[in-house]
């Protein structure tokens, strides 16, 4: 079955450490993104990519950084340096930059 | 992107027809709306997009104005499993943007048995 998969479902973070976050879609889609969702509230985009080594910052993207090496996979690192990371963290993707975008099942990130 | 504005929340009793409203008034021609809904702890999933005409597949069904200044999605049967929080949002298909998905707060649908 095709579709998006995030892993971990659940994620900790002791401070001052980078921690990544897993994507990968076998849909065959050319464009992925990142978002953030904070309780009760909407989606805020951080990262995006319209195609294979090529991304762009989306609206939240300090303290963020991807990478974009294979087709399938979007991979988010949460750095240090982003001083609030406790979210619940959701990719997507789409066949183009235009397109309906599919929601992978989310991984939420705790501090401790 | 144009805003869209929606209802904090609305309720529906089992098996009845549900009618979601959405305000989009300075939508552009090109924008096109789509709707996604949300179960809690789960990404959102899409239900329906459309631009000009009305728009039907197995989930709901899409009625826009003839202005596009608003929408509706009906949903024809409300179950349990449809209660959710339920996002209008305008996506723009002209220029060079990217398809940024601009996601506000929702309206929550509460299904009574």
């Known amino acids: 079955d095709g579709g998006i998969t995030q892993s971990p479902k659940y994620l900790f973070r002791k401070e001052g450490q980078n921690v990544t976050l897993s994507c990968e879609q076998n849909l065959n889609h050319d464009a992925m993104y990142w978002y953030r969702q904070d309780p009760g509230q909407g989606l805020r985009l951080i990262y995006y990519?319209?195609?294979?080594?090529?991304?762009q910052k989306g609206d939240i993207a300090e303290g963020y950084s991807v990478s974009r090496e294979k087709k399938e996979s979007f991979p988010l690192t949460v750095t240090s340096a982003q001083k609030n990371p406790t979210a619940f963290y959701l990719c997507?993707?789409?066949?183009?930059?235009?397109?309906?975008?599919?929601f992978g099942p989310g991984t939420r990130l705790l501090v401790l | 992107d144009a805003k869209t504005t929606q209802p904090n929340s609305m309720e529906s009793n089992e098996e009845e027809p549900v009618h979601l409203p959405c305000n989009h008034s300075?939508?552009?021609?090109?924008?096109?709306i789509h709707w996604y809904r949300q179960l809690p702890s789960q990404g959102p999933e899409y239900v329906i997009h459309g631009l000009t005409s009305n728009v039907n597949n197995r989930m709901a069904s899409l009625a826009i104005a003839e202005d596009r200044k608003s929408s509706t999605l009906i949903l024809h049967r409300a179950t349990l499993r449809d209660a959710a929080v339920y996002y209008c949002?305008?996506?723009?298909?002209?220029?060079?943007?990217?398809?940024?998905?601009?996601f506000g707060q929702g309206t929550i649908l509460t299904v009574h048995p």
């Open positions: 997507a993707s789409s066949i183009h930059r235009k397109e309906t975008q599919y």
């Open positions: 300075t939508i552009s021609g090109t924008d096109y």
């Open positions: 949002i305008s996506l723009h298909a002209g220029g060079t943007s990217y398809g940024k998905l601009t």
């Open positions: 990519s319209q195609i294979v080594n090529d991304f």
